[in-house]
């Protein structure tokens, strides 16, 4: 599926971006190097049961690199874990559009559920979408302060 996102130009015509719904290999944090990272130097913003880890990166030309977890203490299914981590992706595959073309630079994304048991996937796309928003906010006070 492909989705049309208008994009004003300066003579108030407009322009139109296609983007896939896809999550290439390209977007996903998968080095050790650079997950722990962004646990020891990112800022986090949590919707509960959702926490972002974020860390900006500073020679990394995909835009934003994410990668999903969710913690054996309180899964201790191995099924359960991987049930979670799917509806996470999903959630982020389906609202990323919200903030690839809002910032600027490239991000490490690191999402955690924190929650004791799992929530349905509209109240987990739900808080994606409260959590990609509140770090959209955020991001733009930084720029705004530096």
Do not use: W
Request: hydrophobic content about 40%.
């Amino acid at each position: 599926m492909t989705i049309i996102i208008p994009f004003p130009q300066a003579n108030s015509h407009y322009f139109y971006l296609l983007m896939k719904f896809t999550f290439p290999k390209e977007e996903k944090l998968k080095h050790e190097k650079q997950i722990q990272e962004v646990f020891a130097k990112g800022s986090s913003v949590t919707v509960f049961p959702i926490k972002l880890l974020y860390l900006k990166l500073e020679k990394d030309d995909c835009g934003f690199k994410a990668g999903f977890s969710v913690p054996k203490r309180n899964f201790k299914s191995a099924v359960a874990r991987n049930r979670g981590k799917r509806l996470l992706r999903e959630a982020y595959r389906l609202n990323k559009h919200r903030i690839f073309n809002k910032t600027e630079g490239s991000y490490a994304l690191m999402f955690l559920y924190l929650g004791k048991e799992l929530s349905s996937f509209p109240e987990v796309e739900k808080n994606m979408r409260s959590v990609l928003s509140k770090f959209l906010s955020r991001e733009a006070n930084e720029k705004v302060d530096s």
